[in-house]
């Protein structure tokens, strides 16, 4: 059954929610089946962002041999969530084979594959050395800072099949998440889940989310807007609509 099991799911990869017994919304099958080398989601909150790459870490893990999966977060603590509800999710699948190491921040399969939650929460300067990465992925990448970003990119140098994965809602006009999104790069493939696509939301929750947070913080957090931060003199549509791109620079 195990080997049928890995067979449906290296045909198809979304097949790992059907075992961990979870209905995936549309847009979580196409991030899981997605083999871009880069992904870049923008995703409101409590729209099952970190579901998805778990299932899709798990795909991985369970259906090649010694693939290395990579999480970081702004926080160790969200990274190392990652990793509970990843051990969770495997733990409904029926027939999943016992893990051969099971740590608070690492996940390691009969497989050889392993999931490995990083510290985020500096300049990435601990976690250098990692290298032939399968699956890296930022979660909320908005809030992580650019050198953390930078610091793990090269772990996927050396993997033709490797995949950077950026997961995040907006956190103002700024950052290497922001930079992606809004960019013209074609080497992205950028997944934008709308507000109210999420069935499980209720309309009396998000009305609450409203009144209580306010129409700038609900527009960041649920509707996905990248807003100009609080502390900044100038707001970024000002600066745009005063700067004339075509002039140069002035050397001296």
Known sequence: M???ADL???IDPAQIAADADLIADDWQLDFIRSDAAQMAALIPRQHGKTEAAVLKALSIAMSELDSLIVIASPAQRLSDEFIRRARKAYERIDGAPPLV????RRLE??????ILAVP???DGDTIRGLANVRLAIIDECSRCSDDLIAAIRPFLATNKRGQLIYLSTPAGKRGVFYETWVSSDSDWKRIHVKLGSCSRITSEFLDRERKNLGPTKFAQEYECEFLDN???AFS???IDAIVDPNLKAIRW
């Open 2 to 4: 195990s080997m049928v």
């Open 8 to 10: 449906l799911r290296a």
């Open 101 to 104: 190491g099971d740590a608070a």
């Open 109 to 114: 399969f009969q497989s050889g594959s392993r």
């Open 120 to 122: 985020g929460d500096n």
């Open 230 to 232: 609080d502390d900044a």
């Open 236 to 238: 970024t549509t000002l």
